[in-house]
């Protein structure tokens, strides 16, 4: 892998050209602190990289997320900067990558019913599947030339809508998967397999599947003995939470399909900043919805 991607965070977007600091996309929380939930950069030399991104968060200092553990060591460093882990996420090398015989059997099942067709990222599909995400404000609402889009279709109706973002110079990210109720079963495995085949075609050097929240890749780093107990507490409070409305179990489980590498994400809090600082950035992406939901689910079956 290259080192660049071990600094950049998962939801950063390349932008081919761009030489200043990173751009940040903030939010203003209650309380007046800053997250910073996606960005824009353009630099390619990991030193160059580094020093760019520390010298952007310095002045407003926000919480970020989905962070390589390279970039938070360095962040604790130069800023005081504390890392929660509070998942993993799953890379995998498009030019060396083959599936397995049981993924390449789901494949062929699904497409028996139907196509694996690239979509235009402004199709009516994308604005379909973009608008009935439930976590908001994670990635960019409206996509870039640079995003790649493919989707599973029956007839003229797309079915399973997958759209890709540029990470860094030949490294991709899958920032959005969605299926209908309806997707036969493999089409979302059918649509993955073309799309890192199209990426294996481009020269893409890495794919991001992305991050499997409250999950544990068996690598572990925090800055101070108090954030390696929050992660920990909130990995557990997380993983209750949000059961039944999201399986991260279950998502990681798919994912794993895929035979990728686990690395562990971290969320990045400047220092002094409270708990509370992330509780109001939870909330800014809407994942009391899911919580709520879970909540409903859990009485429904008590009462069942």
Same mark, same amino acid.
């Given at each position: 892998?290259?080192?660049?991607?071990?600094?950049? @965070?998962?939801? /950063?977007?390349?932008?081919?050209?761009?030489?200043?600091?990173?751009?940040?996309?903030?939010?203003? #929380?209650?309380?007046?602190?800053?997250?910073?939930?996606?960005?824009?950069?353009?630099?390619?030399?990991?030193?160059?990289?580094?020093?760019?991104?520390?010298?952007?968060?310095?002045?407003?200092?926000?919480?970020?997320?989905?962070?390589?553990?390279r970039l938070?060591?360095?962040?604790?460093?130069?800023?005081? %900067?504390?890392?929660?882990?509070?998942?993993?996420?799953?890379? *995998?090398?498009?030019?060396?990558?083959?599936?397995? @015989?049981? *993924?390449?059997? #789901?494949?062929?099942?699904?497409?028996?019913?139907? =196509?694996?067709?690239?979509?235009?990222?402004?199709?009516?599909?994308?604005?379909?599947?973009?608008?009935?995400?439930?976590? =908001?404000?994670?990635?960019?609402?409206?996509p870039s030339?640079?995003?790649?889009?493919?989707?599973?279709?029956?007839?003229?109706?797309?079915?399973v809508f997958?759209? *890709?973002?540029?990470?860094?110079?030949?490294? %991709?990210? #899958?920032? *959005?998967?969605?299926?209908? @109720?309806?997707?036969?079963?493999?089409?979302?495995?059918?649509?993955?397999?073309?799309?890192?085949?199209?990426?294996?075609?481009?020269?893409?050097?890495?794919?991001?599947?992305?991050?499997?929240?409250?999950?544990?890749?068996?690598?572990?780093?925090?800055?101070?003995?108090?954030? %390696?107990?929050?992660?920990?507490?909130?990995? =557990?409070?997380?993983?209750?939470?949000?059961?039944?409305?999201?399986?991260?179990?279950?998502?990681?489980?798919?994912?794993?399909?895929?035979?990728?590498? /686990?690395?562990?994400?971290? /969320?990045?809090? @400047?220092?002094?900043?409270?708990?509370?600082?992330? %509780?109001?950035? #939870?909330?800014?992406?809407?994942?009391?919805?899911?919580?709520?939901?879970?909540?409903?689910?859990?009485?429904?079956?008590?009462?069942?």
């Amino acid at each position: 892998m290259n080192d660049i991607l071990e600094l950049v @965070p998962s939801t /950063w977007t390349y932008s081919e050209g761009q030489t200043s600091s990173p751009r940040l996309h903030t939010v203003l #929380l209650p309380n007046g602190r800053v997250f910073a939930p996606y960005a824009r950069h353009g630099v390619l030399a990991p030193k160059q990289f580094l020093s760019k991104t520390i010298e952007s968060l310095t002045p407003l200092q926000p919480l970020i997320r989905g962070v390589p553990k390279r970039l938070a060591q360095a962040l604790h460093e130069s800023l005081g %900067y504390e890392s929660l882990s509070f998942g993993s996420e799953a890379i *995998l090398s498009p030019d060396t990558f083959s599936p397995s @015989p049981s *993924l390449r059997a #789901l494949s062929r099942r699904a497409l028996r019913k139907g =196509r694996v067709m690239r979509t235009p990222s402004f199709s009516s599909s994308s604005y379909k599947f973009r608008s009935s995400v439930r976590l =908001r404000g994670l990635f960019r609402t409206i996509p870039s030339a640079r995003h790649l889009s493919a989707g599973y279709f029956q007839e003229n109706s797309a079915l399973v809508f997958i759209s *890709l973002s540029q990470k860094a110079e030949h490294h %991709y990210h #899958l920032e *959005l998967l969605k299926r209908t @109720p309806n997707a036969p079963i493999g089409a979302v495995e059918a649509v993955l397999l073309q799309v890192i085949s199209d990426l294996k075609t481009l020269g893409a050097t890495s794919l991001s599947l992305g991050e499997v929240p409250c999950i544990g890749s068996g690598e572990s780093f925090a800055s101070s003995p108090l954030s %390696y107990a929050a992660s920990s507490i909130a990995t =557990r409070v997380g993983i209750f939470a949000l059961h039944p409305s999201y399986s991260a179990s279950s998502l990681f489980s798919f994912k794993n399909k895929f035979q990728p590498d /686990w690395r562990p994400v971290y /969320w990045c809090l @400047p220092p002094k900043a409270a708990l509370t600082s992330l %509780y109001f950035a #939870l909330r800014a992406t809407r994942v009391q919805a899911l919580v709520i939901d879970g909540l409903k689910k859990r009485l429904q079956r008590s009462h069942g």
